[in-house]
């Protein structure tokens, strides 16, 4: 029988504590998170961990790491910030949402993750890269070979087949065609989805 996740909560601003109990729900806030401020609406980092299943120490790095990091974005004379000074850690093997209403910062900060954007101030650690210290040229290498994302409107390639545009990220670094291909089919065999190959 699969273990059940328990929730533990933990908000941009605070550092997540690693405990193997999950963080007690407060009664004003519903679905295991508390919310605080972060520009002009509060954003939530809500992380879903598998009992038994970390191996989280204090010696361990942690595979995601934001130490204080703002974005402020400027149009014309008026500057916004999105996000001031927000902190976070993220052990591999854990399952995180982010929440917030809209305005938040939820894009913003998958960008920062993804070294998409860049900080105002403040660090952006995946593994053991801190993403704005890398030259764009690097960056975009790491994206390449380390981060993969399923965005809200798809952003697939229209004149691609689903087996062409599941296949394309396997052969951006140089792998071999016809075994990316054979991984692309499993893959949409996988989910279903192989007839539309």
Same mark, same amino acid.
Request: hydrophobic share 40%; aromatic share 6%; with cysteine.
């Given at each position: 029988? @699969?273990?059940? &996740?328990?929730?533990?909560?933990?908000?941009?601003?605070?550092? #997540?504590?690693?405990?193997?109990?999950?963080?007690?729900?407060?009664?004003?806030?519903?679905?295991?998170?508390?919310?605080?401020?972060?520009?002009? %609406?509060?954003? %939530?980092?809500?992380?879903?961990?598998?009992?038994?299943?970390?191996?989280?120490?204090?010696?361990?790095? &942690?595979?995601?790491?934001?130490?204080? *990091?703002?974005?402020?974005?400027? =149009?014309?004379?008026?500057?916004? /910030? *999105?996000?001031? =000074? /927000?902190? /976070?850690? *993220?052990?591999?093997?854990? !399952?995180?949402?982010?929440?917030?209403?809209?305005?938040?910062?939820?894009?913003?900060?998958?960008?920062?993750? @993804?070294? #998409?954007?860049?900080?105002? %101030?403040?660090?952006?650690?995946?593994?053991? @890269?801190?993403?704005?210290?890398?030259?764009?040229? @690097?960056?975009?290498? !790491?994206?390449?070979?380390?981060?993969?994302?399923? !965005?809200?409107?798809?952003?697939?390639?229209?004149?691609?087949? %689903?087996?062409?545009?599941?296949?394309?990220? /396997? =052969?951006?670094?140089?792998?071999?065609?016809? =075994?990316?291909?054979?991984?692309?089919?499993?893959?949409?065999?996988?989910?279903?989805?192989?007839?539309?190959?």
């Amino acid at each position: 029988m @699969a273990r059940l &996740p328990s929730v533990s909560c933990f908000l941009l601003g605070e550092t #997540i504590c690693h405990s193997s109990t999950p963080h007690p729900i407060p009664p004003h806030v519903g679905g295991g998170e508390r919310c605080c401020s972060f520009g002009s %609406a509060p954003l %939530a980092l809500v992380c879903v961990r598998w009992v038994g299943r970390l191996s989280w120490t204090p010696e361990k790095l &942690p595979l995601i790491r934001l130490d204080r *990091v703002s974005k402020d974005y400027t =149009e014309g004379t008026k500057t916004r /910030a *999105v996000l001031r =000074e /927000a902190s /976070a850690t *993220v052990a591999e093997g854990e !399952f995180v949402a982010i929440r917030g209403r809209s305005g938040s910062g939820k894009s913003t900060l998958l960008n920062l993750l @993804a070294g #998409i954007d860049l900080p105002t %101030a403040g660090d952006v650690w995946i593994g053991g @890269a801190c993403l704005n210290r890398l030259s764009p040229r @690097a960056r975009t290498l !790491f994206r390449r070979d380390h981060l993969g994302f399923i !965005f809200q409107f798809f952003n697939l390639i229209p004149t691609l087949t %689903a087996q062409e545009n599941v296949q394309l990220p /396997a =052969e951006l670094p140089g792998g071999p065609r016809r =075994e990316a291909a054979g991984r692309a089919r499993a893959l949409l065999d996988q989910v279903g989805l192989l007839d539309r190959a």
